[in-house]
Structures are given as structure tokens and as C-alpha cells.
């Protein structure tokens, strides 16, 4: 057991970096280390590892572990902002919605530049079902905030949730502004666009998506992940273009060649999914299926084998 | 293996011929001319030790890393992005079977 601890703490290192919600497995990886007293060993760390490990027994339910974190954290912390936070789930985990609600008003009420005490509001009303109120403090939080990308993707999912797309894309495009080099939020601006019947538009930010992730890639080169969906929606939205005529809301120009795009399209995705050595990968005959017959006559497709 | 022997030897090469010329000038010193030309074995002895110097460094460097943004970007998945830990809800209905 002692020889894990070191495999056990890296993987709770891998876990808050790539923001994985594994509650059950941290609980289980945490509780040995919190025993063994490991926390004392990790230095700077150990304060992360404690907050992460109250959210997870939180999440799972576990209120005696969450507890113990928290004693530990607030002897370290009196008075830290952050520590507050983690009170106000713990007391959101047991405590009835409007308790939570008046303890982060109080908080607010001493310390009005707390960002995550009004997330956590925000977060809060979202679960009681007051959606209107989210969205009006979601944005006069942003409008304070305006550099906080979570917060613009966390209100364009909720105009989403509400079907309102546009609205959504809106945000988005604030999230595009604040983080433009990253492909996912343009590949979600792409598919809240499509979403929103706005096709010359979607397929615009497909291929920007594609630009970024894909921008060193050769011809021989396989899609993998993120990029197969994008290559999913550029022909989702030829076939859109080519089966009625499509306006666009926000007045995007059609891009030429959309049947040369078309086939492209077609290609890498049915690349991704003949690549030799994955032998019949999954859903594969769906795929060809789905693609037509007229896609993959023509002998300037020499991928499928 | 091959990239330490070649360091190896470089460093070798260049401490020989180091000491070659130190021994050389004070020989030049003895005899009364110390203005003396420097033989040339020990000047293609040190372009030698020099050369395999870094033959040997170039080999012996750590494997290379991805530095386009693109790369960096294929690490990451859809999950993590879409996290936003800011706004997560930790009260769910897993509390009623887990506890």
C-alpha cells in the first residue's frame, strides 16, 4: 500500500489538471492518503489535494471525509476566500437551497469581489430551477467579469438548455474573443450555429475549427478526436446546403467549392474510420451506410479498403 | 552508448591537447623562444576532441517535444474543456445510493 502512494498522488495530479470528475475514485485514492498523513508530505500541494478531495467526498456524499478536509484546510486558511467556498458547497450538500443562498449573500456583503462566491449562486439557483434569475445575475456577474471564459460558455449553455441559440452564440462569441486559439469552443460556436439554422455560418467556424486543430496535418495523416467531429459537421452542413437553400441570420457567404467540400469531408471521416490496423472500427458499415452511395463512387477516393 | 563515448572521448581529445600545449610552451620557455609556432597535431587534436564534442552533445540530447499549439491541443478532450469547475454542482442523486 505504501508503494502506491506515489502512484496515487500522481494521479490525483493528472486528475485536477485535465479537471476530471472521477468523485468515486479520488474518494477512495484520498481517503488512504489523508489516513496515512500523506498531506504533510507534499509541500505546496497538499492544499490542492485537500480541495479535492472535499469536492469529491461532497460529490459522492461522503460528509465525514469532506469534513476532516475542511477542518484542515481552515486551521491552514482562517478567513480565505477560498475555504468559504468550500464551506458554502458543504453547506449546500446539506442545508436547504435559500440557507446556502443568504450564507453567500452575507459573504458578498463583506467582500464584494469574491468571483466565485457568485458562481456559486449562479450555480445554485441553476439546480433550483430559477433559470430566468441565473441568466440576469450570469450576466451582470459577466458584465463585472467580462475576462472569466467559463462564465461565457456556462450562460451560453444555459441559453442553449433554454433553446435559444442565437443568444447562445452571442456568448460564445465572447468565449472566441477571450480564448481564440482554442478549437473547442469554436467547434461548440459551430454546432450552436448549425443548431441555430444558421448553416453558412456553422460550416464557416467547422472549417476554422479545423484550421486550428488540424493545421500541421499531410495528406496521409488520420483524424483523431475532436477533429472527426468537426469533419462530421462540415458534412452535415454540405448535405443542409445542398438539399435546400439556406439563409443566414448573420449574413455569412457561402464558401465555393462546396462540392470539392463535400468530398473532403466524406474522405476524412471515412479515413478515421478505415485506418489500417483498426480493423473495423466500430459503426463503421453505420457510417458508410449513412454516407450514400453516390459519395463513394468516383476513383479519387482510394481510401476505403 | 555511442553519444557518451564520443563525449567521452571529446573531452578527452581537448584535455590532451590542453595539456600538450602547456607542455609545449614550457618547453618553448627552456630553450629561449617563446614565441614559438604551436605543433599542428595539437591543433587537430583539439578540432577533433571539438568536433566529436558535438556529435556526441547532439546525440546525447533528450528526445524532441511538440511545440505547435495544434499538438498541445490534440492532449486535451472535449470533457475537460467543458469542465467549468466554477459552476459545477456537486448535489446530485448519487448521494441517495452512495452514502
Request: charged share 20%; with cysteine.
Amino acid at each position: 500500500m505504501l508503494a502506491s502512494l506515489p502512484s496515487a498522488l500522481q494521479t490525483l495530479a493528472n486528475y485536477r489538471i485535465h479537471n476530471t470528475r472521477a468523485s468515486k475514485e479520488v474518494v477512495d485514492k484520498g481517503k488512504v492518503l489523508l489516513d496515512a498523513q500523506a498531506a504533510s508530505s507534499l509541500g505546496d500541494d497538499a492544499w490542492a489535494f485537500l480541495e479535492q478531495l472535499t469536492l469529491a467526498a461532497i460529490d459522492v456524499a461522503n460528509y465525514e471525509v469532506a469534513d476532516e478536509c475542511l477542518r484542515q484546510l481552515a486551521a491552514q486558511f482562517p478567513g480565505s476566500p477560498r475555504v468559504d467556498v468550500l464551506s458554502g458547497i458543504r453547506m449546500e450538500a446539506t442545508q436547504p437551497p435559500e440557507i446556502a443562498l443568504k450564507f453567500y449573500d452575507e459573504l458578498l456583503e463583506t467582500d464584494s469581489s469574491n468571483a466565485a462566491i457568485y458562481k456559486r449562486r449562479i450555480s445554485v439557483l441553476i439546480r433550483i430551477g430559477k433559470i430566468e434569475q441565473a441568466v440576469t445575475e450570469l450576466s451582470d456577474y459577466l458584465d463585472t467579469f467580462y475576462t472569466d471564459v467559463e462564465g461565457w460558455v456556462e450562460l451560453a449553455e444555459l441559453y442553449s438548455s433554454c433553446n435559444q441559440y442565437t443568444s447562445a452564440t452571442r456568448a460564445l462569441s465572447h468565449a472566441l474573443l477571450l480564448a481564440p486559439q482554442n478549437p473547442f469552443y469554436v467547434l461548440q460556436f459551430a454546432e450552436t450555429a448549425y443548431t441555430a439554422d444558421d448553416i453558412p455560418l456553422a460550416i464557416k467556424m467547422f472549417m476554422l475549427a479545423l484550421d486550428i486543430i488540424d493545421r500541421h496535418a499531410s495528406e496521409e495523416s488520420i483524424p483523431t478526436g475532436v477533429s472527426i467531429r468537426a469533419w462530421y459537421g462540415v458534412k452535415l452542413c454540405c448535405r443542409a446546403l445542398s438539399e435546400r437553400s439556406c439563409s443566414s441570420a448573420s449574413d455569412t457567404l457561402l464558401p465555393k467549392n462546396l462540392p470539392l467540400l463535400d468530398e473532403l469531408s466524406t474522405e476524412r471521416v471515412l479515413t478515421a474510420y478505415s485506418a489500417a490496423g483498426k480493423d473495423n472500427a466500430t459503426g463503421r458499415e453505420l457510417v458508410l451506410s449513412w454516407m450514400g452511395p453516390s459519395d463513394r463512387s468516383g476513383g479519387r477516393l482510394h481510401f476505403v479498403r | 552508448m555511442l553519444e557518451r563515448l564520443f563525449l567521452l572521448l571529446a573531452t578527452l581529445f581537448i584535455l590532451h591537447a590542453a595539456f600538450s600545449t602547456y607542455d609545449h610552451l614550457s618547453h618553448l620557455k627552456s630553450i629561449g623562444k617563446p614565441e614559438g609556432a604551436l605543433p599542428y597535431d595539437i591543433i587537430l587534436e583539439a578540432v577533433i576532441g571539438l568536433a566529436m564534442g558535438i556529435l556526441g552533445a547532439s546525440l546525447n540530447a533528450a528526445p524532441l517535444k511538440e511545440v505547435t499549439w495544434s499538438s498541445e491541443m490534440k492532449t486535451r478532450s472535449i470533457d475537460e474543456m467543458d469542465a467549468r469547475l466554477g459552476f459545477a454542482n456537486y448535489i446530485n442523486r448519487g448521494r441517495k445510493f452512495l452514502s
